[in-house]
């Protein structure tokens, strides 16, 4: 995530405690930041981080960003 905001990116990793008890998709990623334009930005919901990651990672990449595994 370091190597996101190097490049002017907006890293922000939620897991709610609700939706988590009612059983539905507990963690959040977005990414916002300047290498997006018309104040676009990437967010996906998912079962687990690894699943936000697996659904965002690619987005980011089709942008042009460097991501460091």
Do not use: H, N, Y
């Amino acid at each position: 995530m370091e190597s996101l905001a190097e490049q002017d990116v907006t890293v922000l990793f939620k897991v709610d405690a609700e939706r988590m008890r009612d059983a539905r998709q507990p963690w959040t990623f977005v990414a916002s930041g300047a290498p997006f334009r018309d104040d676009l930005l990437v967010r996906t919901d998912g079962v687990s981080l690894e699943d936000c990651l697996k659904a965002c990672l690619p987005r980011l990449r089709e942008f042009g960003l460097v991501i460091l595994d």
